[in-house]
């Protein structure tokens, strides 16, 4: 496709983009990243712990164990094959609790010349995906005004440039005033779940936030196009209305029966309070 079309815009390069290890070991080498990363046939004498196992390859849902010891690390590799990792990593532990005792994990966007600040999530667990309804007050605070003013926005695109990465999500914490960097992500979730009437936040600023950076990318607006290339867009966005319906009244019949229930265990609660008092 480049050579049929030279002027085409790429945003990455499959074989210069580096991957989470590689990532890792550059940022500890040149002092970015306080943590390094190691492959289990190769560990040094001496690590620091806690270190925790994970596969560089795919995302991790379920909070990895650390391992506070060698003895802990040796059993635990020693079920290495029981967890089925394709490129298994140990990492040494990173991240550090603010002041109001809850880890920090912030997320932003690089599409090409531009980038937003996605979200800061606060959890009392160092392992955070997604604390949901767990965020409230201060915390939602913090959220908003680091979506709002994109902190560190100058410190991250050096950061990118090192992994040639002109497309992704850096997921990050900050520990004693110093990003430290957990991975880059080229094929990032921009929405986890289509919208229903049962959401209770608005996540279409995050769609037009992304919608946004990707209008600005050099030829964005540009009307020349390619048949090969505008019959495999339908062909996707064909696809993706089709799974986009399905699952947006899966979640909604889904979240309606959660409401449901709720408002039913709640008015039950209600009546045994009453029957109590009478």
Known sequence: MKLRQPGLLQLNHPGETLQRFDLLRTLYADGTNDFNVYRPEGLPGEIRFPVFLRDEAGATYKTPRLLRSPAELRNELSNLSALSFVRPMVVEFGSKPYRDGCYRKYAAYRIGDHGYAQHCFASHDWFIKDPGRAMTGEHL??????????????????????????????????????????????????????????????????????????????????????????????????????????????????????????????????????KRRS
């Not at 440039?161 to 990003?179: F, L, N, Q």
Request: charged share 25%.
């Open 141 to 274: 605070s913090e959220h908003a005004a680091y979506v709002r003013d994109n902190p560190h926005a100058a410190e991250l695109v050096p950061i990118f440039e090192k992994a040639r990465i002109s497309y992704g999500r850096i997921d990050y914490t900050v520990v004693d005033g110093r990003i430290q960097v957990f991975e880059i992500n080229t094929n990032p979730t921009v929405l986890n779940y289509p919208p229903t009437v049962f959401d209770t936040y608005d996540s279409v600023p995050y769609a037009n936030m992304h919608a946004d950076a990707l209008a600005r990318l050099p030829y964005a607006h540009d009307p020349v196009s390619d048949p090969d290339i505008d019959r495999a867009h339908l062909d996707i966005l064909g696809r993706l209305r089709i799974k986009y319906r399905r699952r947006r009244v899966k979640l909604t019949v889904r979240k309606g029966l959660s409401f449901f229930k709720d408002v039913v265990l709640a008015a039950k609660a209600s009546t045994d309070v009453g």
